[in-house]
């Protein structure tokens, strides 16, 4: 750069001024909101049935998967992932398509599930 020339530095105009110089008013990512997906108890499945679905579609440990399935049948429900909505409409879905429980002469379907926004 010639000696004449001088560097000028303008002030960005994207950024407000007062978020420059205070860097705690600068605007932090937001998190994309969370969904639970809600596995729902019926007498229509085993234990073991819970367990291979939830292995297969949830990549969840046998034991993780007896948890869940002793949750759904004490409590009624349980959570079995926490996600982005996208995400948990998928698995909801691939809940309701995983079929009858060949174990049980009475299972016509599918578990039931649902999604449910993450509290705040």
């Not at 398509?97 to 002469?105: S, T, V």
């Amino acid at each position: 750069m010639p000696a004449s020339a001088s560097a000028v530095v303008e002030p960005d105009a994207a950024i407000p001024a007062s978020a420059a110089a205070d860097p705690a008013k600068q605007a932090k990512p937001k998190r994309q909101p969370r969904y639970h997906v809600v596995l729902w108890n019926d007498d229509d499945h085993t234990y073991d049935y819970v367990v291979a679905m939830l292995r297969k579609l949830f990549g969840h440990p046998a034991e993780r998967g007896v948890v869940l399935a002793r949750q759904v049948d004490k409590q009624g429900r349980a959570i079995v992932l926490t996600t982005t909505k996208e995400h948990a409409e998928l698995k909801r879905d691939q809940i309701h398509a995983f079929g009858a429980d060949r174990l049980l002469a009475r299972s016509q379907g599918s578990m039931s599930a649902t999604i449910e926004p993450e509290p705040a």
